[in-house]
């Protein structure tokens, strides 16, 4: 049974980034999805949640592409899911998540502190990230406050994305006087597919053109635009109309 006790003690648990509501009681438990590569670590979540009466897992899944697979077939109100795992992923495995079962709220529960990981988990649809340091108590609490509508961010991960966002606007307020750098016409197309949440090996495909060359053509338009992130990128090809994303 994994243990996710051992955080620091004292720290606060995931951060709500909405107004917390007064929900009645519910007539009937939050269906959950288990989606982690490890198999000790699923069975020990479906022990901790079927402690609690409001909460039942009605599957697992030891990957992204299975996960897809039974949202389908389960159709469950909250998937929580490991970012990293073998054959699909689960951020890409989000945006196909939410096409099967558009109802499913995503939460992200990983031992990954990347603030890259965060931005494209939120950008694919997550709507929580949580650290496997938070503690049991936690895990649950995080799953009725995102069934009831709630964002949950574990703390360290919130701290981060706010001190990137406070970064973005002072870079942007730094260029605001410069011209808009001219990008070419096969940059703007891989920054629009890039937009759409496609990752380099799709975008290749869907261009015709190998993923190094995608790789090349992202590193030039963020060398460009001096921005440093894919995400970072996107905000300002909108903000700035070099493109429009319906």
């Known amino acids: 049974m994994p243990d ?17 509501e007064v929900s009645p009681a519910r007539p009937e438990p939050i269906r959950v999805l288990v989606v982690d590569d490890h198999a000790l670590f699923r069975r020990g979540l479906e022990i901790v949640l079927a402690q609690e009466e409001d909460i039942q897992v009605i599957g697992e899944a030891g990957d992204g592409a299975e996960a897809v697979e039974k949202a389908a077939d389960l159709l469950p109100d909250i998937v929580l899911m490991d970012v990293r795992m073998p054959r699909r992923g689960g951020i890409e495995a989000c945006t196909s998540i939410k096409e099967v079962a558009p109802s499913a709220k995503i939460i992200m529960l990983t031992i990954s502190d990347e603030e890259a ?12 990230y949580l650290l496997k340091e938070i503690s049991t108590d936690e895990v649950a609490t995080a799953i009725r406050a995102v069934a009831d509508g709630q964002s949950q961010i574990s703390p360290s991960m919130a701290s981060k994305l706010l001190t990137e966002f406070k970064s973005m606007i002072q870079r942007t307020d730094e260029r605001r006087l410069l011209p808009a750098p001219k990008l070419t016409d096969r940059e703007l197309e891989v920054l629009k597919l890039v937009a759409t949440g496609l990752n380099n090996r799709d975008i290749a495909k869907q261009l015709f053109i190998s993923e190094n060359t995608v790789k090349n053509h992202v590193r030039n338009i963020l060398e460009k635009l001096q921005l440093h992130s894919r995400m970072e990128a ?13």
Do not use: C, Q, S, W
Request: charged residues 25%.
């Open 4 to 20: 996710f006790d051992h955080g620091a003690p004292g720290a606060r648990g995931p951060v709500p980034y909405d107004v917390p």
């Open 234 to 246: 996107v905000v300002y090809a909108m903000r700035e109309k070099i493109l429009e994303i319906r």
């Open 117 to 128: 990981d965060l931005y494209e988990a939120i950008k694919a649809g997550a709507t929580g």
